[in-house]
């Protein structure tokens, strides 16, 4: 079994904004990986559990590819 915690700080609308990018995929679970978030004071919380390598890398690339897309998308609000 793998397993792994990612944590994102930042403002309430930040976090928002993570989360609601993350939570549609929380959903699609397969029988070997998945993840859970939970968001509390400024933080969102990932965590990953994969049954074997490759699909614990799979699970890790879609996470970091969408944390990727909001983190440009805050970056051009922020700074147009």
């Known amino acids: 079994m793998f397993s792994s915690k990612m944590q994102i700080e930042g403002s309430k609308s930040e976090v928002e904004a993570y989360f609601n990018a993350l939570q549609p995929e929380e959903d ?3 029988e070997r990986a ?5 968001k509390s004071k400024g933080k969102l919380t990932i965590d990953i559990t994969a049954e074997d390598a490759t699909a614990f890398r799979a699970v ?3 996470i970091a590819g969408l944390i990727s897309i909001v983190e440009k998308n805050i970056r051009m609000v922020k700074h147009g």
């Open 60 to 62: 890790t690339n879609t």
């Open 28 to 30: 699609f679970k397969s």
């Open 34 to 38: 998945g993840y859970k978030l939970n």
